[in-house]
């Protein structure tokens, strides 16, 4: 029933989008939803590439089914355990039960662990190579994007690269499935989203895999979540490079919390300085209003970082804390850093940010601004400074 894309010859997208879900891995939003990508290559042998999230399961089985029209499933490759690609395996061996599985000893630790499979398993080492038919495949390695256990598969009949998690994005398929078919102009601030919220922290194992990629002559990239990279896989390739290597464009982020408005002002005052100092890319994030989720994207996304706070008993106010230690989380490197905060009898806010920026060793650009009770000219002028120095280093970049 099912007329399934085709993304080379023998090969077919299985997958499924998730309108539903409100927060991914129930923390960030999916206004545009998400996709859990699949592929079945039906060659002598027939080879399906991950499951997908188990509240999918009726249909992804049906799928699988209607491309196999009648054959059995010969093999499963486990890319990754995470239950957004594992969670349909149990049923998929209960419908194949003679499928045997693929994965490498990590995966088969986890297999046990959240399905209980323990037997028909076929354990594959870095560079193994498997020959379906027409295909061959060879597996590669690729532990911390995003789990220890993740690994890639190569097709070295079609070029295309199974490369799990990495290249992936927030974002439904609405009707395309490859790139070349579709606009793909939204995806691209969406990938940087999903980047900063999942595989962020894995900046060192994004690098090295992207190393040994280098050695691979890849046509295709089928993520497991958004678009079939083929015409922009090297805009894809870049954007995981450069947020790998925490290389940021020349903006700011501004993340501010503030409850009655003063700290706000000094938010204010320090934006339109940005500007006058030719900053173009400003974007002010007021933690009250802001998704943490947005707020790491733009974290990575840009080279500058200003954060300011009123002191609230003692401490940074505590929604601002809580995108702090996220932020701290993701061990985000090389950023330019001010910061400024106010109080009315103790202040404590600014002490605490200079310590938060010791802890993520990110240069410090100007003098903080520190405001007892109400603006003063003082404070103005100083706030002023403060985004003329953040803005003479970033135009230095
Ligand atoms: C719940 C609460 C707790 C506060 N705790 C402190 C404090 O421990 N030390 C201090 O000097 N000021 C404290 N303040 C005062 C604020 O830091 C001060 O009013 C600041 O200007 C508020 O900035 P805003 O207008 O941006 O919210 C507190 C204010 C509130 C509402
Ligand atoms: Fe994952
Ligand atoms: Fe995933």
């Given at each position: 029933m099912y007329k399934l894309k085709e993304i080379a010859p023998q090969v077919y997208y299985v997958g499924v989008n998730d309108r539903q879900k409100a927060l991914f891995e129930n923390m960030w939003p999916l206004p545009a939803g998400v996709s859990y990508n699949s592929y079945l290559i039906v060659d002598e042998k027939s080879v399906l590439v991950d499951t997908v999230d188990i509240c999918y399961s009726d249909i992804f089985l049906k799928k699988i089914a209607d491309a196999l029209n009648g054959r059995l499933l010969d093999y499963l490759i486990v890319d990754h355990m995470e239950p957004d690609h594992a969670g349909s395996i149990r049923l998929l061996r209960q419908q194949y039960p003679n499928v045997q599985i693929i994965g490498n000893n990590k995966t088969f630790g986890m297999l046990q662990g959240y399905h209980g499979i323990t037997d028909?398993?076929?354990?594959?080492?870095?560079?193994?190579?498997?020959?379906?038919?027409?295909?061959?495949?060879?597996?590669?390695?690729?532990?911390?994007?995003?789990?220890?256990?993740?690994m890639m598969?190569?097709?070295?009949?079609?070029?295309?690269?199974?490369?799990?998690?990495?290249?992936?994005?927030?974002?439904?398929?609405?009707?395309?499935?490859?790139?070349?078919?579709?606009?793909?102009?939204?995806?691209?601030?969406?990938?940087?989203?999903y980047y900063a919220n999942?595989?962020?922290?894995?900046?060192?194992?994004?690098?090295?895999?992207?190393?040994?990629?280098?050695?691979?002559?890849?046509q295709t990239i089928c993520s497991t979540h958004g678009p079939v990279w083929r015409e922009q896989k090297n805009k894809a390739i870049d954007i995981y490079d450069r947020l790998s290597r925490y290389e940021g464009e020349n903006g700011v982020s501004i993340i501010y919390g503030s409850m009655y408005g003063h700290t706000e002002q000094m938010a204010e005052a320090i934006a339109s300085s940005l500007s006058e100092n030719g900053i173009k890319k400003i974007v002010m994030h007021h933690v009250s209003k802001s998704h943490s989720s947005n707020i790491l994207k733009d974290v990575f996304k840009y080279k500058g970082v200003i954060i300011g706070s009123p002191t609230y008993s003692n401490q940074l106010f505590p929604d601002l804390e809580a995108v702090l230690s996220k932020i701290e989380l993701r061990e985000v490197k090389n950023r330019l850093f001010a910061y400024f905060g106010s109080f009315s009898w103790a202040g404590a806010a600014v002490k605490?940010?200079?310590?938060?920026?010791?802890?993520?060793?990110?240069?410090?650009?100007?003098?903080?601004?520190?405001?007892?009770?109400?603006?003063?000219?003082?404070?103005?002028?100083?706030?002023?400074?403060?985004?003329?120095?953040?803005?003479e280093r970033i135009n230095q970049n």
């Amino acid at each position: 029933m099912y007329k399934l894309k085709e993304i080379a010859p023998q090969v077919y997208y299985v997958g499924v989008n998730d309108r539903q879900k409100a927060l991914f891995e129930n923390m960030w939003p999916l206004p545009a939803g998400v996709s859990y990508n699949s592929y079945l290559i039906v060659d002598e042998k027939s080879v399906l590439v991950d499951t997908v999230d188990i509240c999918y399961s009726d249909i992804f089985l049906k799928k699988i089914a209607d491309a196999l029209n009648g054959r059995l499933l010969d093999y499963l490759i486990v890319d990754h355990m995470e239950p957004d690609h594992a969670g349909s395996i149990r049923l998929l061996r209960q419908q194949y039960p003679n499928v045997q599985i693929i994965g490498n000893n990590k995966t088969f630790g986890m297999l046990q662990g959240y399905h209980g499979i323990t037997d028909g398993l076929h354990e594959v080492k870095e560079g193994d190579k498997l020959n379906i038919g027409k295909h061959t495949l060879s597996f590669y390695m690729s532990p911390m994007v995003h789990w220890p256990e993740v690994m890639m598969t190569y097709d070295e009949t079609d070029k295309i690269l199974f490369s799990a998690d990495a290249f992936g994005t927030y974002g439904t398929l609405d009707g395309g499935v490859i790139d070349t078919e579709m606009s793909v102009d939204h995806y691209w601030e969406e990938m940087i989203r999903y980047y900063a919220n999942i595989v962020g922290k894995y900046g060192n194992p994004v690098q090295k895999t992207l190393q040994k990629l280098a050695g691979l002559e890849i046509q295709t990239i089928c993520s497991t979540h958004g678009p079939v990279w083929r015409e922009q896989k090297n805009k894809a390739i870049d954007i995981y490079d450069r947020l790998s290597r925490y290389e940021g464009e020349n903006g700011v982020s501004i993340i501010y919390g503030s409850m009655y408005g003063h700290t706000e002002q000094m938010a204010e005052a320090i934006a339109s300085s940005l500007s006058e100092n030719g900053i173009k890319k400003i974007v002010m994030h007021h933690v009250s209003k802001s998704h943490s989720s947005n707020i790491l994207k733009d974290v990575f996304k840009y080279k500058g970082v200003i954060i300011g706070s009123p002191t609230y008993s003692n401490q940074l106010f505590p929604d601002l804390e809580a995108v702090l230690s996220k932020i701290e989380l993701r061990e985000v490197k090389n950023r330019l850093f001010a910061y400024f905060g106010s109080f009315s009898w103790a202040g404590a806010a600014v002490k605490k940010l200079d310590a938060f920026g010791e802890r993520m060793k990110w240069e410090t650009v100007g003098t903080p601004v520190e405001q007892k009770q109400g603006m003063s000219v003082d404070n103005y002028e100083a706030c002023l400074l403060l985004g003329q120095a953040m803005a003479e280093r970033i135009n230095q970049n």
